[in-house]
């Protein structure tokens, strides 16, 4: 069985530096071995949930700038699966959730970097899945229940995206994590252990730091949807902060 994944995407630099990160990315890989992948990136917005549902190979998206041509370079070619993509579609049906296909996007730097340190010789169909980060978090929990059970089939449901990710607040350099940004991430997996989903809905508001660890929801909510598809308890897998403040909390459900 796979458990639901919420796994941090941070810089594009992952795809090319080696670091405990990247080793923590390739043994998970290793260990978990599923038959197909479904991933909801932070980097894909829509207001009604869409599923790709490519034909073939993916394009690789460089959604970024600014960064060496190295990374430019690396493609990740994975192939799609239209009849997944047609089975979520089905599953969201069931669930009361309106959900379209995309044929033609590829694989954006939220999904191929996390995949090309998991699964290099990119040789699992993987189904790309947006976010709409203006919906409650009720809603993304439910977006995710609704895929509860694609674990026993051996598909790995990931949600990727960041915990505390706030670009303005980043310290170059610094290698030791600021204290606010531990406490919301402690906050939060403490409401995790407890079961809290009420508290965890409420975060806005409940969570100390939220505004300054969650200015835009995008790579937030797929925490939510993650949690969502799970069916085990919560599981710390790994915990490091980059630049200060870039959480590289990842989570197991």
Known sequence: MMPSLFLAHGSPMLAIENSEYTD???????????????????????????????????ETIYDFYGFPDELYQVSYPAKGSPELAGRLQNLFDQAGILAQFDAKRGLDHGSWTLLSRMYPNADLPVVQVSVNPFLPPEKQYQIGEALQGLGQENILVIGSGVTVHNLRMVNWGQTEPEEWALQFDDWLIEQMEKSNRENLFQYETKAPNAKAAVPRPEHFVPLFIAMGSGQSKPAVLYRSYEYGTLSYLCLAF
Do not use: C, D
């Not at 992948?37 to 207001?47: D, G, Q």
């Open 24 to 58: 923590f990315l390739g043994n998970l890989g290793r260990k978990l071995q599923p038959k197909a992948i479904v991933i909801f990136t932070a980097h894909w917005e829509e207001e009604q949930v869409t599923i790709s549902s490519v034909e073939g190979t993916y």
